[in-house]
Structure formats: C-alpha cells, structure tokens
C-alpha cells in the first residue's frame, strides 16, 4: 500500500529583526499553520507584521499592512498591528479620576490621550517565548510586559499577557489578560490593518462588510464620543447587512467629514454565556474570495478606514499604503470610559483579572474557532470574576 504523506506540521520559529533603542534585541515569531496560513508577530510592540491568508484557489497574500524594518516601526506610524494600550483609544483630554484621585495621561491627538499615551505599549519590547500549550495542533507565542505604577500617568502596577495562537485550520487568535496591584483603567486591542486583496493593492473601499450592532457612538470633530450610543439604522453607519465600505463613506455627513471615513466604535451585542466569543464582524473582498469574520468577547469594534494613510508607508513587497488602503477592527471597550459611567467599565482592581479574546476567522478556509483548545481560562469574560468593575 502507497504510505500516506504526513499531516502539515504547525510551527513557531524565531528570527532576529533589530535591535531596539537601549539595546534590547527584537525577534520576529513566525507562527505557521502547516497548510497555508502563517502569521508574523514582533516582540517590539506585540506587532502583527503580517498575516499571509490563500484565497479559495490557494494564492497566497500578506493581508495585514506590515512595514519593512524596526527603524521604520521606531519612526512616527499609526501603530500598524501593534497591541495598544494601557487604554485603547481616547481618554478625552487624558483625565480622568478613580476613586477620589485625578490622573494625567499625556494627550498625544488634538488635546486628548489616545492608544495609552506617546510613549504607549506599541513602543515597549516584550518578553516572547512560546506559550505553554505550543506544539504539533497549535503554534502559541506568549507576550509579556510589566508596566509599572505611574507609567504614563496611569495608577497602579500592571502585568500584561498577550497570547497570539494559529491553529492547523487557520484560526488566528489574540488573547490578553492582566494584573493590577491597585485599581487602574484597561483596556487592550490588536491595531491591524486589514486588506484581503493583499497589503498595498489598491484600496478597501470594495471590500464588503458587515457588523453584528446595531448602534455606535457618534463623536465630536476631534474624535471623542458626544454621549450615548445612536442607532444605525437609515445612516451611513448602518452595516447590519453586508455592503461596501465605499458605499456610503462619502456622504453628507459630518461625522464622516470629519473624520474623513469611518473611525468609530460600533456596540456588539451582550457576551454568549460563559463569556465565549461572539460575532462582531465579517468582511469579504469580492476579488479575491478571501472572508475574514471577527469573534470577540469585547463590548465594542472600532472600525477605522485607513483615513491617514497617504503611500508615504511602504510595505515590505514595496508596495505603497495608499488613502484607504487598509480597515482596523478594533475590538475593544467604548472610548473615554474612565470618564463616562453610563458605558462598560473599565477598572481593573487588585485581585481581578482582565480577560479578553478575539479571534480571525478565515470561513473560506474552513478555520473553525480556537476556543475549545484554550485550556487556561482565557475566553472568559471581561472579568475573571464576571464583575463590570
């Protein structure tokens, strides 16, 4: 009898990418699924380089904007694939105070605070090893990072985790938990910049979305949310239906003009029982037949179309990153929480665990969820203990 060929191997491998300020040196992970999928992560930022994804007939793209060297991830960007925080998105004028005490973050976009300050998680070198449960079905890489009480303004020591996991069927996952020694803000998200066509071919502008929500938050010129969450329905804010992106972005509309495109955040139905992740979005390019479908356990999804790109950032197939030329979905908590009681919180106290999963799906692929290989506990809910507090 003919002997069968051995199954793909998933693997996770390491590569020299730099060496940062301060001489700490940077690595690239490579994690690959053995059949077609394969994710690239640096410990400078917890950065998602790159993520290569076959379409239906097996041709193979970058689908995550990446850029070439550490110096051009050292130099001013807008934080392509890095995991932010210690607050993701805008803490309005970056004040805000916790039990009695006001705090400081350092505004950084038009008076406010945004991604955790200048000198945020996106530009720390993290701890990388592989993840316990790395091996033959699952390549896992874990990242860690101590951010100290103060640090950019923000109280209490923090301990970070993030864990990127890439399953044989092509699931790619992010999970992230922390630790506080007193009560602080947290909130954490994967900055990618997505384009299934493949990084720098044209613009996102075809690409069909859809979002499971069916309210977001409007806001003001400079980025901040104006109060409660505004139905979708009628506006050009209304993807409950699959449509392009292009299809309304240039409307009449003020919140539209002044950010020039989509950059908001869309509320997500309550958590599946048991905190499991749940549908926040699908997007398809029709080009190529790539889908993507993002499963989260967070409470929001900011959708931001690439509106300050320009093709002055080059990708590293030399490829330039026009207007649009990518989308981020952001999952995340609502921003300008610490300031707002009405939305989900986000204080993290002594004692609690910040847990939060999302998940990249690749339906055309047949990718399934990574969720039932997790064993550590890291798609529960927002909260270890299950509280909003």
Known sequence: MPSQSPAPAVSLRRSPFGTAPGGAAVACWTLDSGTGVRAEVL???ATLRGLHVPDPAGRTED????????????ADQP??????????????YGRFTLDGQAHLIPPNDRGHALHGGPDGFHRRVWQAAPAADNGPDTAALR???????GDMGFPGALDVEVVYRLTAAGTLSVDYRARADRATHVN??????????????????GHTLRLDSDGYLPVTAEAVPLGPVAPTAGTAFDFGRARTIGERIGDRDRQLADAGGYDHCWTLAAPEPGGAPRRAARLDD?????????????PGIQVYTGNALDGSLTGPAGRPYPRHGAVCLETQHFPDSPNRPQYPATVLRPGEVYVSRTEFRFPHLGAPSTAAAVADGSSEASRADGSDA
């Open 286 to 298: 029709p080009g190529s037949g790539r889908r993507m479908e993002v499963w989260t356990t967070e």
């Open 79 to 92: 934080y392509l694939g890095a995991v932010v925080g210690r607050y993701a998105n805008r803490i309005a």
């Open 43 to 45: 410990d400078h930022g």
């Open 143 to 149: 990242l860690t990072l101590h951010s100290p009480d």
């Open 188 to 205: 954490l998200t994967n900055h990618a910049y997505f384009n299934l066509a493949g990084a720098g071919r044209g613009d996102i502008l």
């Open 63 to 74: 689908v995550v904007l990446g850029l070439p060297a550490l110096a051009d991830y050292l």
